[in-house]
C-alpha cells in the first residue's frame, strides 16, 4: 500500500488549506489524524530546556492522507495539483523544497515570523511510500 | 542617463530571471533530483543559538546567513546532462559571469562562475557546474531509497552576500558530489 502524506504543524490553518482539509476528510482514499498535542507524550524523550519548550508549544498535529491505490492514480494526480495550488497562492513562506520525481518531493512551508512559527506545514508527495 | 539606468534595471532583471528559468526548466523534469533552500531557511538555522568556541564553526553560520538562495539540480541521465550543459553555456554568455577557476580531469569538468560583490573577496552569485561525475559516482553505490544512482551532472547556484573565503567551510558540511572543488577556490 502507497501512502502520500501532506501533514500539517500548526496552531490555526489558514482558511483554505483548512477548507481542503475539512472538505477532504471524509472523502474515500483520504486518511486523517488531528492529534491534538496533550495526547502525544514526551515522558520518554530526554529534552533540553529548550527543546522541551519548542515541543510543548506545538498545539496541533493535522495529518491528512492519501491512500494511492492502482484505480485511484488519476484523482490522486488531481489532488496533487490542487495541494500544490494552495501551498503556492498562499502567503506560505517556502523554507526548502526538494526531491525528484520518481522518489518524491518534500517542501517545507510556514507562516510566522523569523522567532516564531505559526504553522508549519510539511508537504509529503509519494516520499514515504517505501518507508511504511 | 535616465534611459540608461532603466535598460540596465532591465538587463539585470532578464540574466537575473534567466538563471530562475534554467532552474525552473529542469526542477521537475524526470530524471532530476533538485534541491532549493531559501533564505529563510538559513536565517532560521543559523538564529538557533550555537555555543561554539570553534571559530570555524561560528564563521560557518555567519556566512549561512548571508545566502538568499541555494539551489542544486543533479541528473544522471546523460541526456538531459548535454541539455544541461546547453543551457549553463546560453546562460553564461548572456549573464556575463566572470570565470572563476575551471577543472578538467579525465571526463570531469568542474566550472566555476561568480559575479563580484562590495569588493573581490564577496560574489553575489556563484554559478558551479560539475559534469563528467559518471566515472566517480559509479564506484560509490550512492543509494537513495534504496536503489543504486548514478550521477552525471550537478549545477550549483548560490545567490547571497558570500564570502569567498568561507566558501571551504561550507564545501566541508555539505555532502553533494564535486563540492569538495570549492576548497580550492577559497584559496
Not at chain 1, 83 to 106: Q, S, T, V, Y
Not at chain 2, 48 to 62: R, V
Not at chain 2, 82 to 111: A, F, H, P
Not at chain 2, 165 to 177: A, G, Y
Amino acid at each position: 500500500m502507497k501512502f502520500s502524506f501532506s501533514l500539517g504543524l500548526s496552531c490555526k490553518f489558514d482558511q483554505t488549506l483548512q477548507e481542503y482539509f475539512v472538505l477532504n476528510q471524509e472523502a474515500s482514499n483520504f486518511v486523517v489524524y488531528d492529534i491534538p498535542m496533550s495526547l502525544v507524550s514526551s515522558n520518554n524523550i530526554n529534552f533540553t530546556g529548550d527543546q522541551k519548550e519548542a515541543f510543548e508549544s506545538i498545539e496541533k498535529l493535522n495529518i491528512l492522507g492519501y491512500r494511492l491505490e492502482e484505480n485511484n492514480l488519476n484523482q490522486f494526480e488531481i489532488e496533487l495539483q490542487n495541494i500544490h495550488e494552495i501551498l503556492n497562492k498562499e502567503p506560505f513562506e517556502e523554507l526548502l523544497r526538494a526531491g525528484n520525481n520518481n522518489d518524491g518531493k518534500i517542501i517545507l512551508k510556514y507562516l510566522g515570523n523569523n522567532d516564531a512559527i505559526d504553522e508549519l506545514i510539511i508537504f509529503l508527495g509519494e516520499l514515504i511510500q517505501k518507508v511504511l | 542617463m535616465k534611459k540608461i539606468q532603466i535598460s540596465l534595471i532591465l538587463v539585470m532583471i532578464t540574466t537575473m530571471s534567466f538563471g530562475q528559468n534554467l532552474f525552473t526548466d529542469f526542477e521537475n523534469m524526470d530524471g532530476v533530483t533538485s534541491i532549493v533552500v531559501n533564505n529563510k531557511m538559513f536565517s532560521m538555522l543559523s538564529s538557533i543559538e550555537i555555543n561554539s568556541s570553534d571559530a570555524d564553526e561560528q564563521q560557518f553560520w555567519d556566512m549561512i546567513k548571508n545566502i538568499t538562495s541555494l539551489k542544486v539540480l543533479t541528473t544522471g541521465d546523460v541526456g538531459i546532462a548535454n541539455d544541461m550543459t546547453k543551457r549553463v553555456k546560453q546562460y553564461l554568455n548572456k549573464s556575463n559571469l566572470d570565470e572563476l577557476m575551471r577543472i578538467k580531469d579525465g571526463d570531469q569538468m568542474v566550472s566555476m562562475y561568480i559575479r563580484e560583490g562590495k569588493d573581490e573577496f564577496h560574489v553575489t552569485e556563484l554559478l558551479m557546474f560539475v559534469n563528467g561525475l559518471k566515472e566517480i559516482t559509479s564506484d560509490q553505490n550512492i543509494s537513495i531509497n534504496g536503489e543504486k544512482r548514478d550521477i552525471e551532472t550537478v549545477i550549483l547556484f548560490l545567490n547571497g552576500d558570500i564570502d569567498l573565503r568561507q566558501i571551504s567551510t561550507l564545501s566541508e558540511k555539505m555532502d553533494v558530489p564535486g563540492v569538495k572543488h570549492f576548497k580550492k577556490a577559497g584559496q
